[in-house]
């Protein structure tokens, strides 16, 4: 940090503002390119400065802290949003085996057509999994949920626009995986 009066609080603030102001973009930068989400970045920017905040003093040159610091941000936020992530789909995954069948008098009818109902709905699951939390949530919403996109916008806050766009690339995605998926199980 650069020499101020420290003595009062005020002024190590002053003096703290001053250091870190003219790298936040630089912070901000670094984040968007490991979280590809513009307010995850500044959450982990912000998470950074009060780590930093808590340093008794910074170095001459802040910056080369102030990455390594933002760094440890993205992944600690990675790290929270996959356990999460992890969390949902076995609760959801729990959730469609106890459930019925799509269709309960075909199901007592026919057990190897609900057993296989059972297993395509366990293999889609898991396939969505690997999805990224952002098209994982449209889909629930959109695809899962019954929701229009108008409602589904509110609920995201988002344009309708981008409810669209991201439903239709969280399809495409799965759309892929499975086609990979099926091609992988008819090569063996």
């Not at 390119?33 to 513009?38: E, F, G, I, K, N």
């Not at 069948?101 to 396939?127: F, I, K, Y």
Request: proline share 4%.
């Amino acid at each position: 940090m650069k020499k101020t009066d420290k003595s009062t609080l005020h002024g190590r603030q002053l003096a703290f503002e001053e250091t870190v102001s003219e790298h936040l973009v630089d912070l901000h930068r670094a984040a968007r390119r490991v979280l590809y989400s513009d307010d995850l970045a500044w959450d982990a920017v912000q998470e950074t400065l009060v780590r930093a905040w808590s340093y008794p003093e910074l170095p001459e040159q802040p910056l080369p802290l102030l990455l390594s610091l933002v760094r440890r941000s993205c992944l600690h936020i990675l790290r929270c949003s996959r356990r999460r992530s992890d969390h949902e789909f076995v609760a959801a995954n729990e959730r469609t085996s106890r459930c019925c069948p799509m269709d309960p008098e075909g199901a007592a009818a026919d057990p190897a057509a609900s057993a296989a109902e059972r297993d395509e709905v366990c293999h889609l699951t898991a396939m969505a999994s690997r999805l990224t939390s952002e098209h994982r949530e449209i889909l629930e919403l959109v695809a899962w949920r019954g929701l229009s996109y108008n409602e589904a916008a509110e609920r995201l806050r988002l344009p309708i626009g981008t409810v669209r766009s991201r439903t239709s690339r969280a399809r495409a995605a799965l759309n892929r995986m499975l086609v990979d998926h099926d091609s992988e199980t008819e090569a063996c």
